[in-house]
């Protein structure tokens, strides 16, 4: 994990983690899912529900702080502001996202493969497709020693 400078105010540290599918200990891979504005990690764990429950996936998503001035939201302004009109909460979030990646490592994972989806709105038919499709990909492909990560941001 990416240290952090003593003065860095992360302002999502108390941001919960929560998870769905295969537990992380047995899970061949993982996904690791982060929601959009306003909602709570079970939100986007919701989107486990449309894809595969048979591929051995772990599903864990990071949450934004319920406690800052903009509630659940990774930060204050519109993705066209400034980066700095979004600090902390930018940095912040992906700092959360990270402690993420060690909570999986701690469970015994090795996160060394990422694949970043990214699709930034709301999920249609064709991209729940899309997923599962990768996913069954991911899960034919020869067996990896490490356990593969994606991220995904709805």
Known sequence: MTKLPPSFNHIHADGRIARAGVAPRQAERAMVLVHGRGAKPESIL?????????LGFAFVAPGASDSTA????????????????NEPGLSSGLAKIE?????LRRMGAQVEKRI????????????LDWVESTMRRLATQHQHESMEV?????
């Not at 903009?70 to 009109?85: G, K, Q, V």
């Not at 402690?99 to 909570?103: F, G, I, S, V």
Request: charged share 25%; net charge negative; hydrophobic share 35%.
């Open 46 to 54: 919701a989107l486990a529900d449309e894809l595969p429950s048979d």
């Open 116 to 127: 970043y989806p990214g699709m930034p709105h709301t999920v249609i038919r064709d991209e």
């Open 99 to 103: 402690e993420t990646d060690e909570l």
């Open 150 to 154: 994606g991220i995904h941001f709805g």
């Open 70 to 85: 903009h509630p659940r939201s990774w930060y204050p302004n519109s993705f066209l502001a400034p980066i700095d009109a």
